[in-house]
């Protein structure tokens, strides 16, 4: 480990041939928007699933009349790893599309340093509650405008007005199966949030 | 508990999202294939582990110099699967999420069985370092470079 750091909260994660810092970015958006394909097209992606019980949150959503044995329900995820350097590793996750997995989408975004919203133009109210969820909780997001093929490309600002953007919230057109337009989006994403860290946060001694 | 459990490797990522069902080429999934009776089982009925919030899907589980030795009497009540996370975070540290991943166990029951592996010291847990301490300006500029390598 050729990074030594004094700050004991991080020294304390050194691993010996181990990422000792595990940063967290999630890829949002609408069903079918794109989010598996971008995790896929920078990182080596592999699935990833929970069963959680059937809870308050969901009971209402999942009629579980008939299938009464049924007590949990599982839910599908994408993750990749990106290797930086030694000691320090970039996990995404793709978050599950639907609406009613809105509680795994809170533990997704503890800690998380930032998302990619992905917005495709035909149906663009799709990435509302993604843009909504970031958002309300103060988490550094972008938008990507996925170019999909045969369809009308928008100018950034017009899906800017449309999704009603604060003006600092980046908007990038996207191929979320390139792997260049998908590290950019990234490098894009983490600069705005060490941007909004800088305004945020008085640097300690 | 009866049902022996793959090792979790080389399971390709098209397959991944369900668990290998041995004895019948039928698949079954969601409602036909049943209450998650097998999954609640090698939780023993546990849905949270021992320590909510210990296992964050990033949380870097290693195992300790305890679980080296395999036959060790610690590992004596423990299940295949538990043996399988172990053997997973013997060669490297891995994040919950991989593990998961590897295991092709649900998150959920991976927490509730390294909450067992934790309480009997053979791994060590490191959970996420709170953004808030991160020294972020520097980091956050490596891992624009790292992006920039890629």
């Not at chain 1, 020294?11 to 940063?23: F, I, N, Y």
């Not at chain 2, 590897?102 to 998150?107: E, F």
Request: net charge negative; aromatic share 6%.
């Amino acid at each position: 480990m050729d990074s030594v750091r004094s700050d004991p909260a991080t020294s304390r994660g050194q691993w010996p041939g181990g990422p000792a810092v595990a940063l967290k970015i999630l890829v949002a958006g609408g069903f079918g928007a794109g989010k598996t394909t971008l995790v896929g097209a920078v990182s080596e992606i592999r699935p990833l699933r929970t069963e959680e019980q059937i809870s308050e949150l969901s009971r209402p959503i999942d009629d579980t009349s008939g299938v009464e044995a049924k007590r949990t329900t599982t839910v599908a995820m994408d993750f990749g790893r990106i290797d930086l350097r030694e000691g320090l590793a970039l996990y995404l996750f793709g978050t599950p599309g639907q609406d009613r997995f809105w509680f795994v989408w809170d533990e997704l975004a503890q800690g998380a340093l930032g998302a990619v919203v992905l917005a495709d133009t035909r149906r663009l109210a799709d990435c509302f509650p993604s843009v909504d969820f970031f958002e309300q909780r103060g988490i550094p997001f972008l938008v990507a405008v996925n170019c999909f093929e045969g369809t009308e490309v928008f100018a950034p600002e017009d899906v800017r007005s449309a999704l009603d953007l604060d003006p600092g919230v980046p908007v990038l057109l996207c191929d979320a199966r390139s792997r260049e337009d998908g590290k950019n989006l990234l490098i894009a994403l983490v600069e705005h949030a060490a941007d909004r860290r800088a305004g945020a946060v008085v640097p300690s001694a | 508990m009866t049902e022996a459990m793959t090792e979790g490797t080389g399971q390709e990522p098209e397959e991944g999202a369900s668990a290998p069902r041995p004895a019948a080429d039928v698949q079954w999934y969601d409602d036909d294939a049943g209450p998650m009776v097998r999954l609640f089982s090698m939780t023993k009925g546990r849905a949270r582990p021992t320590e909510e919030g210990l296992f964050d899907l990033i949380s870097m589980i290693a195992a300790t110099d305890r679980a080296e030795d395999a036959d060790g009497e610690g590992e004596a009540a423990l299940d295949l699967e538990h043996h399988s996370i172990l053997t997973w975070c013997r060669r490297e540290p891995l994040t919950v999420a991989e593990l998961g991943s590897y295991t092709d166990l649900p998150v959920s029951v991976v927490r509730v069985l390294l909450g067992d592996l934790y309480d009997a010291e053979l791994i060590t847990v490191t959970r996420p370092v709170p953004l808030a301490q991160l020294p972020d300006e520097r980091l956050l500029r490596d891992v624009i470079n790292g992006l920039r390598a890629l």
